[in-house]
């Protein structure tokens, strides 16, 4: 069974800093890892998605690496801004067109 | 205007009472799927529907059943509500590109507390 687990949980950085989101996964044997945004009360928006033979994608501030064989995704936000604060969430898709989501991690950027 | 949108927002409802949740789209895609998410867990999958013939289990697809009664609509039911039901619901559409990459579109979510 898939396994995707998010550390922290929690992160709060000053504003200007950099982002660093960690997701993992036990299964490798994934089509595409997706990373979203969730607003309090909101739904959620698709950040970037990343397919499996991929190792990264950008998009502006954004950039997501993957590392399959290690079951590792890393989501780098460049010099935070309080706009960033929301939960992200990592999500795998395997098999069955399965979508497996993490926990998140609720970030804080103060200004 | 949403592409996707779920009705209500927010539920406030009684043990043992019958619930449904209503989702609709109009992004014209044929998958439409129902989460649930709980603190910490995450969302997880309870039922999917690849076209109006085509209804699916998810992973907790118990105490749950669904409708797709056209392509742009698809309805979650909770037949006898119990509290442990009370997560944050969203509905997903989704399409792929001619390069074969699924992207999924979520709704605002239906906040529901069973008492």
């Known amino acids: 069974k898939q396994e995707v687990t998010q550390i922290p949980a929690a992160l709060s950085v000053p504003e200007g800093e950099n982002l660093v989101l960690n997701c993992s996964f036990t299964?490798?044997?994934?089509?595409?890892l997706q990373w979203f945004r969730q607003d309090p009360g909101k739904g959620l928006t698709s950040l970037l998605l990343?397919?499996?033979?991929?190792r990264e994608q950008t998009s502006g501030r954004l950039n997501a690496s993957l590392d399959k064989s290690s079951g590792r995704s890393t989501l780098y936000i460049a010099a935070s801004q309080p706009g960033d604060s929301a939960t992200y969430l990592c999500a795998v898709r395997a098999a069955g067109n399965k979508l497996t989501f993490g926990g998140g991690t609720r970030v804080l950027v103060k200004p | 205007d949403a592409d996707v949108t779920q009705t209500p927002r927010n539920r406030i409802t009684k043990t043992g009472k019958r619930i449904m949740l209503e989702c609709s789209q109009t992004k014209g895609h044929d998958r439409m799927y129902w989460y649930r998410q709980d603190p910490g867990l995450g969302l997880r999958l309870i039922y999917y529907?690849?076209?109006?013939?085509?209804?699916n289990k998810g992973e907790i697809s118990d105490g749950y059943s669904v409708s797709r009664q056209a392509q742009a609509k698809f309805s979650l039911s909770l037949e006898s509500a119990i509290p442990n039901q009370t997560a944050l619901y969203f509905c997903?559409?989704?399409?792929?590109?001619?390069?074969?990459?699924?992207?999924?579109?979520f709704g605002p979510g239906t906040r529901l507390l069973v008492l």
């Open positions: 529907s690849f076209d109006v013939k085509d209804i």
């Open positions: 997903a559409t989704s399409d792929y590109d001619r390069q074969g990459k699924e992207t999924q579109y």
């Open positions: 990343i397919q499996s033979s991929q």
């Open positions: 299964d490798s044997a994934i089509y595409n």
